[in-house]
């Protein structure tokens, strides 16, 4: 059987705030470690019919960056739902609150212009 595996090291303060996210997979085109800004990763806990969550960003990453890191991933959800499911009416729910928030965004960031 193949295996794959994805690896997180997270640097972090005296206050325990990520500093610095880096991350290797056994498919990272790139070699040794990568650094990131930001990880999100799910995990379905089928014992208790609920999701595991892990968010994390470092205190470098920008605030509309945290913004457009969660509307990307919500668009990478629902992209996710319509081919594992089918459920395109679903998908395109989530898509369209991803364009409200997208618009929401844009409006915050011309606003402090």
């Not at 470098?60 to 089918?86: P, S």
Request: charged share 30%; proline share 2%.
């Amino acid at each position: 059987m193949k295996k794959s595996e994805i690896n997180f090291t997270i640097e972090l303060d005296n206050e325990n705030v990520p500093e610095k996210i880096y991350w290797d997979a056994t498919e990272n085109p790139n070699e040794g470690l990568s650094d990131s800004r930001a990880v999100a990763i799910g995990v379905w806990d089928h014992y208790h019919n609920s999701t595991l969550q892990i968010a994390l960003w470092t205190k470098d990453m920008e605030v509309f960056d945290m913004k457009r890191f969660a509307i990307e991933m919500m668009d990478g959800l629902a992209t996710n739902i319509a081919n594992a499911t089918g459920d395109q009416a679903m998908a395109d729910d989530i898509l369209s609150l991803c364009k409200v928030l997208s618009r929401r965004v844009q409006d915050e960031i011309r606003r402090q212009k």
